[in-house]
């Protein structure tokens, strides 16, 4: 995982992975959006778009956010991004998707790489 600090105080982390498109996730500190703390963005769900490994994938990714410390509350924002209320740091919600991602990667390897 790399952090790295950007303009106004926001931070990001990435997962560097040698597949980004199957596990790879971003989470963005967002101090400029008051009513969200982070966004969270997981290239992966630009591909999956079949029922019922998105719908499930959808679920997962939001239940496991919420159960980060500290969460709030946990919102789609479009098909790739959720949004985060709440005071818990980037590395927990990094590992909050990375865990569904991993739990998930052989049929949305499939998915992705058309195998």
Do not use: F, K
């Not at 479009?78 to 052989?106: H, K, Q």
């Amino acid at each position: 995982m790399r952090h790295r600090c950007c303009l106004r105080g926001a931070e990001q982390w990435e997962r560097l992975t040698g597949d980004t498109d199957v596990v790879g996730a971003t989470v963005r500190s967002l101090p400029t959006l008051d009513a969200w703390s982070y966004a969270v963005d997981v290239p992966a769900m630009e591909h999956v778009r079949a029922d019922p490994l998105e719908a499930r994938l959808r679920h997962e990714i939001a239940r496991s956010l919420r159960e980060a410390p500290g969460v709030e509350a946990v919102e789609p924002e479009d098909e790739e991004t959720w949004l985060v209320r709440g005071g818990t740091g980037g590395e927990d919600l990094m590992a909050a998707v990375c865990a569904v991602l991993d739990a998930n990667a052989e049929p949305v390897a499939r998915v992705v790489h058309g195998d």
